[in-house]
């Protein structure tokens, strides 16, 4: 999308566009504020180049080609960098907010998000930057290593040193932000959400699930699912993923659809990437990727326009993302509708018959319940102790609490009495996830929260669009995108999490919604 790029002087001789941006006469003095824009459109455009150059690496680049691409993304990301923290961009920041009066609402959103981009950029000293990148390169390649001796041992030494020095990176941050230091990394994740309100999300989920899993598990063992086996040819999953994924309205004049290691989405609104996995022996791993992977893309592309190259007009941050994701793969696309309307796409694709593929066995299959070690392959009631479980030992991790030297045991501890299980292994265990070896704290409770605003959206929906279940039997999700466009995607980031939330349904954030989903699906209905 082309924006354009001049400015009236102040709001309160401001036009307005169709979109809601102001408009600037044919001449005018360019203000602080509108220099800000211009100067954040540079970074729009670099922040593009890498999520496409990126997303190049992945699928298409050669692989001999891997040194000159890193220095391609290195280069943009010190752009990047740099023109956050120059010095004019300080002064433009302080005379726009000296003339913050003047601004219209989002307008103030935007200067807002630009200081918050601008905050975290310049809090770690460049210094501290190179360090924690040479640590990390170092961790992972110690975590790969690991993962083949199936020994944490070889990896802790070198995770205590990633520990230590994001700890000293948490600790600036808390001081510019006025935040714990656990706190300080999950704002770039959750904006809005402090430990405290994901302590509230996530204690009713932990006090509810173990029970809810025995039961779930206890209702499905008769009659028994049956397996859904065979060969499912990559190229028919794949025409079976553009079909779905066009009737949730995925526009392919501006968007691709690709095959990969494993499923993610990169780009830009006005050019979206999506990637799933196919598995030749299980139909549905491919398709609820896709599913999982347009409910991003779609927020994507629902973004404001007319805010698309500004700070403001970007997502709300990962859980968020995960909830856009989580509501078409989980709520949607494993309901009892979607799997009627599924059920003759399957038979046209696969010429697939048989009781495994009735309607009733492909929703029990696609919603069945089964306790184990690992994150990746959990079921929607399982997979949120997993993450609970990551969540209080990072924080404990990072207050120094728990020494990394005895993470192995405090995880399988906690396994046991959260999971009901104690791994196999380190593979099955505290080797699972790169996350923490890459210095990634704060990002796990995104997964969770973001499952927990999907059910509070789901329960909006269901109130809002009392049809639509009908809706999805009948593959019209014009509605529901609808919803979702006017609600969540065209705010952008003008609102932090929770206020975003208490917009989109009228409630504050809960896990009542999503407990109340869990309760219902997996204990009336399967």
């Known amino acids: 999308m082309v924006r354009r790029t001049t400015w009236r002087a102040s709001s309160s001789a401001c036009a307005r566009s169709p979109a809601g941006r102001p408009e600037q006469a044919a001449v005018a003095t360019v203000t602080p504020y509108q220099q800000l824009e211009q100067e954040f459109r540079r970074l729009h455009a670099f922040r593009g180049a890498l999520a496409v150059l990126r997303w190049d690496a992945a699928i298409t680049m050669p692989r001999g080609s891997a040194d000159v691409r890193g220095e391609q993304l290195a280069t943009l990301e010190l752009e990047c960098h740099a023109l956050l923290g120059t010095p004019r961009l300080a002064r433009l920041l302080e005379r726009a907010q000296a003339g913050a009066a003047t601004l219209a609402d989002w307008q103030s959103a935007n200067l807002r998000e630009m200081r918050r981009l601008r905050d975290h950029a310049i809090a770690t000293p460049p210094s501290l930057v190179a360090r924690i990148a040479r640590a990390v390169a170092q961790a992972e390649a110690r975590w790969r290593e690991a993962r083949e001796r199936n020994d944490f041992g070889v990896l802790a030494p070198q995770l205590e040193e990633v520990v230590r020095l994001v700890r000293s990176r948490a600790e600036l941050l808390a001081q510019r ?140 941050g990962m859980a968020l993302e995960e909830s856009q994701s989580l509501l078409l793969e989980m709520m949607v696309g494993r309901s009892r509708a979607f799997v009627a309307w599924l059920r003759p796409l399957l038979e046209k694709h696969f010429d697939a018959t048989g009781p495994q593929l009735s309607e009733e066995n492909v929703y029990r299959y696609l919603n069945r319940v089964a306790r184990g070690p ?87 929906i269901r109130e809002h669009r009392p049809t639509i279940d009908a809706e999805i039997q009948a593959g019209q999700f014009a509605g529901l995108l609808g919803w979702l466009r006017e609600r969540v995607h065209a705010l952008g980031a003008r609102f932090g999490v929770p206020e975003l939330v208490r917009h989109a349904t009228g409630r504050p954030l809960s896990a009542a919604p999503f407990l109340r989903y869990l309760e219902r699906k997996y204990v009336s209905d399967l």
């Open 177 to 316: 932000f006025g935040l714990d230091p656990w706190d300080a990394l999950a704002d770039e994740f959750t904006p809005g959400l402090l430990s405290r309100d994901i302590d509230a999300i996530f204690t009713p989920l932990s006090q509810r699930l173990p029970t809810l899993v025995t039961e779930a598990i206890e209702r499905q063992a008769d009659p028994p699912i049956l397996p859904i086996e065979g060969r499912f040819p990559a190229g028919r999953q794949r025409a079976l993923c553009i079909e779905v994924m066009k009737a949730f309205g995925f526009p392919f004049d501006r968007g691709r659809f690709d095959d990969s290691d494993h499923a993610f989405t990169e780009g830009v609104p006005g050019d979206i990437r999506v990637t799933t996995r196919f598995s030749p022996r299980d139909p549905f791993q491919g398709l609820l990727g896709a599913l999982h992977e347009t409910g991003q893309a779609l927020y994507d592309l629902g973004l404001p326009a007319a805010w698309v190259d500004q700070p403001v007009g970007q997502d709300r």
């Open 374 to 460: 690992n994150r990746s392959e959990a079921d929607e009631l399982t997979y949120q102790t997993h993450i609970v479980l990551r969540y209080e030992l990072e924080r404990r991790l990072l207050s120094g609490q728990l020494p990394v030297r005895e993470l192995r045991d405090a995880w399988n501890d906690l396994s046991a009495e959260r999971l009901g299980l104690v791994p196999a292994s380190d593979l099955e265990g505290c080797l699972q996830d790169i996350h923490w070896a890459l210095g990634s704290f704060g990002h796990f409770p995104s997964y969770g929260v973001g499952a927990v605003i999907a059910g509070q959206l789901w329960e909006a």
